[in-house]
Nanobody
């Protein structure tokens, strides 16, 4: 059974930085696509950034140039380095994955609820 566990959320001021982590377990190998989605209060999940099974990355336009996604296949961990944070980045950040050998851009186009593995989330709050 695949499990995803996020950590690293917290409260920061505008312009601050945070690094989120997501530890994956239960995959047979590293040939899966994984990424970050976020949900602000009263809104649907929004794709943020993803890494494909080929290590290709993709980003939502709203975070390009500020966020960096990466994965460590030895540690089975996905990271999201978030810089220049804005109040509109405040949300619960969820890690989600699909056991498919596809690019990060593919995962970014998927509906969060359709993905086979989803974590519980970690809260990020950015104050103005």
């Amino acid at each position: 059974q695949v499990q995803l566990v996020e950590s690293g959320g917290g409260s920061v001021e505008t312009g601050g930085s945070l690094t989120l982590s997501c530890v994956a377990s239960g995959f047979r190998d590293s040939q899966y696509s994984i990424g970050w989605f976020r949900q602000a209060p009263g809104k649907r999940h929004e794709a943020v950034a993803a890494v494909g099974s080929d290590d290709s990355t993709a980003y939502a336009e709203s975070v390009k140039g500020r966020f960096t996604v990466s994965r460590d296949n030895v540690k089975n961990t996905l990271y999201l380095q978030m810089d220049s944070l804005k109040p509109e980045d405040s949300a619960i950040y969820h890690c989600a994955a699909a056991n498919v050998r596809l690019k990060g851009a593919w995962l970014l186009r998927q509906e969060y609820d359709s993905l086979e593995a989803r974590g519980q989330g970690t809260l990020v709050t950015v104050s103005s």
